[in-house]
Every structure is written in C-alpha cells, then in structure tokens.
C-alpha cells in the first residue's frame, strides 16, 4: 500500500537553523531515505520552500481568490512529505518511527494513498471493472 507521510514542524525554527543544523538533519533523513531506496520502498520525497512562497487560491464565490501565503492559523506548518510503499500500517508506523529519531520536534501525519488516473478510469467505467 502507498502512503504519503506529511511532515510538519515548526517553519520560524527550521529555518532559524544555521546551514550546518539543516546539513545534519538532512543527513540523517537521507540515511532513512537510502534505507527505504534499498528495501524498494521509497517514491517521491519533497521538502517545501517556505510558506512565505505560497500562494492560495480559494473558491469560495463566483471566481477564485488569489492570495499570497496559506494564512495558516497553526503553530506547525506543512514543510515536506514522502510517498512510501509500505507493507501495512504497522510497517509505515515503524518508518515514521525512524525519520522522527532523526528529526527532533515534527510531527508527521501518515495518509494511505491511491493513484488517481483519469484516463484509466474512464476506460474502466466503460467496461465496467
């Protein structure tokens, strides 16, 4: 099963991290990450500019509205995420597990994921599988 594994931690104190704090946790994710490419179970792994490089767009009347930043009212904010091929829960439980020792202070919320595909989804409509 496909997991994305969100990570969340605290942006002011992430980036108030000199380049050698950032290098040294980096570091040690990639060695979880070069674990999981090993075991064939790592997929994309993105980390986030920051959010003051985000721009939403909401819908919420007729025409959507622009705005800089994700306004987000949350100590935390959403700084990466990993899509992983797990086993079961149990199996991403125990990675989550590995990448929050080499990570101090986030949090990680872990989501199963399916693949969406409109093209084959509509020729399995058609046939009705």
């Given amino acids: 099963m496909m997991y994305a594994i969100l990570c969340y931690h605290e942006e002011d104190v992430v980036c108030s991290w000199s380049k050698e704090e950032d290098a040294a946790v980096m570091a040690k994710i990639a060695a979880v990450q070069e674990r999981l490419t090993k075991a064939g179970k790592m997929g994309a792994s993105l980390r986030l500019l920051p959010t003051t490089a ?3 767009l909401r819908k919420t009347q ?3 509205l622009v705005i800089d930043g994700p306004f987000t009212e949350t100590k ?3 700084l990466g995420f ?3 091929d797990a086993d079961d ?3 991403m439980l125990s990675i989550v597990r590995d990448l929050s020792e080499v990570n101090p202070g986030a949090t990680y919320e872990v989501r199963p994921v399916r693949a969406f595909f409109p093209d084959r989804r509509s020729a399995d409509q058609k046939t009705g599988t």
């Fill in 54 to 56: 985000a721009t939403t």
């Fill in 62 to 64: 007729d025409g959507p």
């Fill in 76 to 78: 935390e904010q959403l």
């Fill in 82 to 84: 990993y899509l992983v």
């Fill in 89 to 91: 829960l149990d199996d």
